[in-house]
């Protein structure tokens, strides 16, 4: 299974990804400010008040205004439900972008320790060799 996970790790483009990680917090971001925005100038409520109407058209309008509060709580509960997940798409932004940051720090430190390990080896090989030509 490690095998697996390593290959796939393996195969990913860190590179990009790294480069890739700021631009995606900003739209990230962008979008939630957008979001919150525009949600700053929307109603909460569901609106619609009937006017007085008289005789059979009264059921009609009633109908009606039923269906558009209905409509009204059903969009507010809608730019809820999408505030609700761009807030979050950003926090997983962020998140990726420390993610990526911290992988790229713990890549540079296996790096130094695959060149320090090298060096141990090679200083291992060159102390056998020193030992076998002396006896």
Do not use: C, H, Y
């Not at 996970?5 to 739209?27: C, D, F, H, M």
């Not at 420390?98 to 060096?119: E, F, H, N, P, S």
């Amino acid at each position: 299974m490690a095998a697996g996970w390593w290959t796939v790790l393996r195969t990913v483009p860190w590179s990009e990804v790294i480069s890739a990680a700021p631009q995606v917090a900003n739209g990230a971001r962008r979008l939630w400010d957008t979001v919150n925005r525009n949600r700053q100038g929307m109603p909460d409520a569901p609106m619609g008040t009937a006017p007085e109407m008289a005789g059979q058209d009264e059921d009609v309008f009633d109908i009606l205004i039923r269906s558009v509060e209905r409509t009204d709580a059903e969009v507010t509960d809608l730019r809820n439900q999408m505030r609700s997940a761009s807030e979050i798409i950003a926090n997983l932004a962020d998140q990726n972008a420390q993610l990526i940051a911290k992988m790229d720090a713990q890549r540079q430190k296996m790096t130094w320790m695959g060149v320090t390990a090298a060096l141990s080896g090679l200083l291992s090989v060159v102390a056998l060799v020193l030992v076998a030509v002396r006896t």
